[in-house]
């Protein structure tokens, strides 16, 4: 087992995804099994500043302290009390309630991924995979690591390390032990070629349906930009220089004014040298909601001169052809 070579490709995938700051500090959540104490160990020996977290979900009795005292003794984590839960869903919430003050750890895999993948196609007919960052900071350094080569790792390394039975009357356990092997049969290349579902960059249209928070403006091309508001998406006209005259849905414009543009209402927009908003433009004159985002707004730089049908400039004209 080629030890560095595995470090330097966590370190690669560390830097490629800014995980972490170089040599900065994480606290990694441990089980005490092989991927877990892997990690730990290659975040130490590439010069982070490492913790260790163990939550002690109490489900297996006796095995469950054993495990706590293992992570306790040989990985110095600190244990902290994570019974409560009964779903997976439950108890991964738990997991992730401790320590959000600060950069945390989980040893996922390659191996992991491509469980993940299998179980996301099945339950909600997506690839989407294991995000190497979480929106709450959670990183996850071993990605581009196997199963099998964490355990590899920890035998060239001497890491003890424990083995936990339970894992087998998961989800992600009944996926390894019947479904994988089948794919292999099928295919030998099956587990890294659902790896390249997981790795595929998800398109920037994708990723803009995907956000919430904010606001966020993408250029489709032919004319089109998609706009998110939060929770609200719609498509609308790139914009448009007014030289001569232009179409815009309805509406033809002329001006004899150089230097403006057409283009769609966007949130905040107020009338040039005024204080009005134009949602106020808007509600006065009864414009519907499903109407304003594709009103059109004829602008000089940032500033609205003039709404056509609603508020004219000298120079510029508009009227609406189904009118």
């Not at 414009?287 to 602008?299: D, I």
């Amino acid at each position: 087992m080629d030890t560095a070579g595995l470090r330097a490709r966590v370190e690669e995938h560390i830097r490629r995804h800014a995980l972490v700051e170089p040599g900065g500090d994480v606290t990694v959540l441990v089980s005490g099994g092989a991927d877990s104490t892997c990690l730990w160990h290659v975040l130490g020996a590439l010069g982070y500043g490492v913790a260790a977290l163990h939550v002690d979900h109490g489900l297996r009795g006796d095995e469950s302290a054993r495990d706590a005292l293992f992570c306790a003794e040989r990985l110095g984590a600190h244990v902290v009390d994570g019974r409560g839960g009964r779903t997976e869903d439950e108890l991964r919430e738990i997991r992730y309630s401790f320590a959000t003050d600060r950069v945390r750890a989980t040893a996922h895999t390659a191996s992991d991924q491509v469980e993940t993948v299998l179980y996301r196609i099945a339950a909600s007919g997506t690839t989407k995979g294991i995000k190497a960052k979480r929106e709450d900071g959670v990183v996850r350094p071993l990605l581009g690591v196997w199963r099998d080569e964490t355990d590899a790792y920890c035998q060239a390394e001497r890491l003890d390390f424990r083995v936990d039975a339970s894992n087998a009357g998961t989800k992600r356990g009944l996926i390894r032990s019947s479904l994988l092997p089948l794919l292999r049969e099928l295919h030998p290349a099956a587990e890294r070629n659902l790896l390249r579902l997981a790795e595929e960059r998800p398109s920037r249209l994708a990723q803009l349906l995907d956000a919430r928070a904010g606001s966020k403006r993408l250029d489709l091309g032919n004319g089109l930009t998609a706009v998110r508001e939060y929770d609200r998406v719609w498509l609308e006209q790139t914009p448009v220089a007014l030289e001569g005259s232009v179409e815009w849905g309805p509406w033809r414009i002329e001006a004899d004014v150089p230097g403006l543009k057409v283009r769609a209402w966007r949130a905040g927009d107020r009338l040039a040298g005024r204080s009005k908003k134009i949602q106020d433009v808007f509600v006065d004159a009864k414009v519907p909601r499903s109407e304003r985002e594709s009103w059109p707004l004829v602008v000089r730089g940032n500033e609205v001169v003039a709404v056509p049908g609603i508020v004219d400039v000298e120079g510029v004209r508009a009227r609406r052809e189904s009118d």
